[in-house]
């Protein structure tokens, strides 16, 4: 397996990258409400939890989309109707979801290049670990964000392509960044090529907010980590046991949304920016929306980023939709 950090492959990527990272926490605290990007929970401590978050009993998402890949798994490769797919994967995790389908394709008689693009190096390792390689099978990690990943890859990338977005991920964008960003994806692929999106599906309050809030406390840590990460790369000074989780579905705009609140009147410093910033007390910062769908929504969705919907795979309580789009 090849890895290619995009992020660390010389010091001016790695500068770029924390300059961002400043920027867009100084944007976001100076903002009203004050808010964090949800992309920066995934260093790799946050990705440790968010693989915890996924193995809970209270967070549905991920078991429904197993389900899901595992009745398909053997079908796609039909659908498909290609001799060798190059598989680009945006956040793709540790891969054991993708796993599924890799092996489905293989069995099928398939040649696979897959080239899984996270923002975690960690990720890359934990996928290193999990497969094996040979003539069938080819995998190119790609440390980076996902259009710079998805750029890197159009200029490598020979074969019919299969972009998979699971996992929900797109509900971490509200509507119009969700918008702007299927019309990127479209702009990227060439015409038969394929791409399969996880949505969440609208459903029982009590179960988003359980899945939201699970009861070992994973998801807790994992949005307050946050704030770790600001202190170990920015050099800020937030005590962690000032800030409580919060989430909570907004059935408003259909999302699921995560808030850190302070517990009390304060002031944390974060030295590369050289500035302090004033919290009342309860005051939130706000972390990340997920949104859910309905299927109409998700047609809706395709139609106006110019794609055709293939198939929308669910699960057996209609919790979750992979649904299969053609360019």
């Known amino acids: 397996m090849k890895i290619h950090n995009l992020l660390t492959e010389d010091d001016d990527q790695l500068s770029q990258f924390q300059q961002q990272f400043a920027n867009d926490v100084l944007i976001g605290l100076q903002s009203k409400p004050k808010q964090i990007p949800a992309k920066y929970f995934y260093d790799e401590i946050g990705s440790v939890l968010f693989q915890k978050i996924t193995t809970h009993e209270d967070y549905y998402l991920t078991r ?18 290609v001799d060798e797919i190059d598989i680009i994967e945006l956040g ?39 497969f094996d390689t040979n003539e069938t099978l080819r995998i190119h990690g790609i440390v980076a964000e996902y ?121 944390v410093l974060i030295s590369a920016l050289n500035r302090d910033f004033a919290f009342q007390a309860f005051e939130p910062i706000h972390l990340e929306y997920s949104f859910k769908y309905t299927v109409a929504e998700i047609a809706q969705m395709a139609s106006d980023a110019k794609f055709s919907v293939i198939q929308n795979y669910q699960d057996s309580q209609h919790r979750f939709c992979d649904s299969l789009w053609q360019k």
């Open 64 to 81: 429904a989309e197993f389900e899901i890949l595992t009745n398909i798994k053997d079908e796609i490769a039909n659908t498909l109707a």
């Open 92 to 130: 793709a995790g540790d891969g054991h979801k993708t796993r599924l389908l890799i092996d489905g394709l293989i069995n099928a008689g398939l040649r696979v290049n897959w080239y899984p693009i996270d923002i975690s190096e960690k990720a890359m390792q934990q996928i290193e670990g999990l």
């Open 147 to 267: 259009l710079s990943g998805l750029k890197h890859v159009r200029h490598i990338s020979q074969n019919p392509q299969l972009i998979l977005f699971l996992g929900s991920n797109i509900g971490n964008l509200n509507r119009l960044q969700s918008q702007r960003f299927l019309h990127q994806l479209q702009q990227v692929m060439k015409p038969g090529d394929y791409a399969m999106i996880g949505f969440d599906l609208k459903k029982e309050i009590n179960v988003l907010n359980a899945a939201y809030n699970d009861a070992s406390g994973y998801t807790k840590e994992f949005n307050l980590n946050v704030l770790s990460r600001i202190n170990r790369e920015l050099g800020g000074n937030f005590n962690i046991e000032d800030f409580s989780h919060y989430g909570t579905y907004n059935p408003v705009i259909g999302a699921m949304e995560s808030f850190l609140i302070s517990r009390k009147e304060q002031s």
